[in-house]
């Protein structure tokens, strides 16, 4: 074993799940929360195809305060430390125009992505600042900083995330703990073909014809991974990033933005 302790947020799938993936592999324990009735099994997968008997998955919504606390607890509990905390649960924000969006779509997007980022940095924060160590990375987007059609409450989100990660980073430097943004471009997982469906549907054209305009647009030739967000992770959770904070990579194969 040669990492510490990790917990990964909205890791039953996609990109958390793909983090959760490269850090067992690296040898950290890794607890994986998710509100996902699936995390648990997915845990317990990822334990065997591992082979690191150090993983393990709970029930989490991160809009729910108690929960998130008793997650952080959890893992404190059960590994011991918390070393590392990745926010990465999220939920993308459909396609309306603003002027279409719902009160109720707006608090739902910013609840999960950045309420629920709050509850998550600042439970986990107190963990590490009696340690006296650390790393935080947030989830954020490349549409944090560019417009996008339908995506205000989305880009709003994780443009608050890349702000309150800064603040973080400022505040938790002090005692020896880093807090950086990872910021995706397009990555292939549900979330991503979700938009790509609900963009198709406004457009009148198909989530496959979209695909493959976008994947023309990068220069790389392809989306980017799970595992290419991970290994993002692992830099910014490793011993080669330790002057590394408050920071934002922005992760898009090239695309100019
Ligand atoms: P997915 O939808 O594939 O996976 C997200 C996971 O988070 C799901 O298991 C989901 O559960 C879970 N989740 C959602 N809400 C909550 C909540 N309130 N509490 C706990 N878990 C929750 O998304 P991705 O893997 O694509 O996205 C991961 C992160 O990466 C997100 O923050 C997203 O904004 C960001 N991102 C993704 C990009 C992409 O192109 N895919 C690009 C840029 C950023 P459930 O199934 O119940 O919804």
């Known amino acids: 074993m040669t990492g510490g302790t990790a917990l990964v947020t909205g890791a039953a799938r996609g990109i958390g ?4 993936q490269r850090l067992a592999k690296d040898g950290w ?11 648990e099994n997915a845990a ?4 065997q195809e591992s082979g690191n008997a150090r993983v393990a998955g709970a029930r989490c919504d991160v809009t729910d305060e108690d ?5 952080v607890a959890s893992v404190v509990n059960r590994f011991g430390a918390l070393d590392l905390l990745v926010v990465n649960a999220g939920v993308g924000g459909g396609a309306d125009h603003l002027t279409e969006l ?3 779509a707006f608090d739902t997007v910013i609840g999960v992505n950045l309420r629920g980022a709050f509850l998550s940095v600042r439970a986990a924060a107190k963990v590490m600042r009696l340690q006296g160590s650390g790393s935080i990375v947030t989830v954020s987007s490349v549409y944090a900083r560019v417009p996008v059609e339908g995506s205000a409450a989305y880009s709003a989100s994780k443009a608050g995330l890349i702000a309150m990660t ?7 430097a002090p005692f020896g703990i880093t807090v950086n943004a990872i910021a995706p471009g397009y990555i292939d997982t549900p979330m991503r073909w979700d938009a790509l469906r609900n963009r198709a549907r406004l457009a009148g054209t198909t989530a496959e014809d979209l695909y493959a305009d976008d994947v023309a647009s990068v220069p790389l030739g392809r989306y980017g991974t799970g595992a290419d967000v991970a290994g ?3 830099f910014f959770a490793g011993s080669d990033s330790r002057y590394v904070t408050a920071q934002v990579l922005e992760l898009t194969g090239g695309r100019p933005l």
């Open 17 to 20: 799940y793909a983090i959760a």
């Open 29 to 39: 324990a890794v607890m994986l929360g998710d509100r996902s009735d699936d995390v």
């Open 44 to 47: 317990a997968a990822l334990s």
């Open 67 to 71: 929960e998130v606390e008793a997650l």
């Open 102 to 104: 719902s009160t109720e």
């Open 166 to 172: 800064k603040t973080a980073a400022l505040e938790l």
């Open 232 to 234: 993002a992770v692992a």
